[in-house]
């Protein structure tokens, strides 16, 4: 862990883009709330295959417009090196500077994986056709991508992503502290010298959790998932009990020197404001 400790904390949070017009109110109040943590960006997500391409342009515009510094997410997956190009220009256009990017998954039914396949050929993209305007931060998995050959070979695909011109990772949310720690030191050992930020999913309703988690590989360890189902329907305790734990795991990071925290806030300020209170963090 002694190579992240040279970089400086930052937080940061993630959204969606809202389908709604009351959606849109709702994530501008969210929005708000969250500034007062500082966070050093809001990022916002990018739908399977593309099919959010104008929400997220629409809300990082929205959120640049309001003051904030906001990073959109670009997958590759089915897309042509011309819209990619096309999508950078349009954001370098607004003053974008931080990119979040990924390979994405391809929506049932799609057919064409188009130019670029994976992460690392979108951050090779991204390098070659603007330079270093952009900071590019990449996803990190400490408890591997479910779709990985092996661990080995996770990351060293994870590596050709830094070499191509990463800045940054931002992992996969994790409950098992012990992975992200052996992941800095694969990093250690792999001579990769960038912050990678642990993604922090707050815990407020089990049945959403369990489905994303089963979806994207993130493991719910056994005593975490029996303490939750125990409570039924009782949200208040789900929440009452996801705040203790994730507060810890959040705590054990920092003390470790993460250099930060990315929360995903499925656009909501309360759970992520819950937290940072329980760590004193945005004071
Ligand atoms: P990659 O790094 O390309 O890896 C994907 C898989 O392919 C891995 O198993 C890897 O080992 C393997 N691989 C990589 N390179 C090679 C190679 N050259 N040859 C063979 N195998 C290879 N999804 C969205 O659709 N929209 C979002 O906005 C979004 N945001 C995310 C934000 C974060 C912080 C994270 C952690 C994930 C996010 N995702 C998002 C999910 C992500 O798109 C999926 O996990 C996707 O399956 C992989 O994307 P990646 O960029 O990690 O891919």
Redesign the pocket.
Same mark, same amino acid.
């Given at each position: 862990m002694q190579s992240q400790k040279r970089f400086t904390p930052t937080f940061s949070c993630?959204f969606f883009p809202p389908k709604t017009d009351q959606g849109k109110e709702k994530l501008n109040a969210t929005r708000d709330a969250l500034a007062r943590i500082q966070p050093a960006y809001f990022s916002v997500? /990018?739908? %399977?295959g593309g099919s959010t391409q104008q929400g997220t342009y629409e809300t990082i515009h929205g959120l640049l417009k309001a003051g904030y510094d906001a990073a959109p #997410?670009l997958?590759c997956i089915g897309a042509s090196r011309e819209q990619i190009g096309e999508l950078l220009e349009g954001y370098r256009a607004i003053g974008v500077r931080r990119i979040? %990017?990924?390979?994405? !998954?391809m929506p049932s039914g799609m057919r064409d994986a188009g130019d670029l #396949? /994976? =992460?690392?050929e979108l951050v090779a993209f991204i390098r070659e056709y603007t330079g270093d305007h952009f900071q590019i931060e990449? %996803? =990190?998995?400490p408890e591997f #991508?479910? *779709? =990985? +050959?092996s661990a080995a %070979? !996770?990351l060293e #695909?994870?590596r +050709?992503?830094v070499v191509a011109g990463a800045n940054a990772a931002?992992? *996969?949310y994790f409950y098992n502290a012990d992975a992200y720690f052996r992941f800095i030191d694969d990093c250690e050992r792999m001579q990769l010298d960038l912050p990678v930020i642990p993604?922090i999913m707050p815990i407020t309703n089990f049945a959403q959790l369990a489905r994303f988690s089963d979806a994207?590989g993130a493991e719910i360890p056994r005593w975490l998932r029996l303490r939750l189902e125990s409570y039924g329907d009782d949200l208040e305790s789900i929440r009452a009990y996801g705040l203790e734990v994730v507060t810890d795991l959040c705590r054990r990071l920092l003390e470790a020197g993460a250099p930060g925290l990315?929360f995903y806030t499925m656009n909501q300020a309360g759970p992520t404001l819950a937290l940072c209170d329980a760590l004193g963090i945005g004071g």
């Open positions: 993630e997500t /990018y739908g %399977a #997410h997958s979040v %990017a990924l390979r994405g !998954d #396949h /994976y =992460a690392n990449v %996803a =990190a998995y #991508h479910p *779709q =990985a +050959r %070979a !996770d #695909h994870f +050709r992503k931002i992992t *996969q993604g994207c990315h």
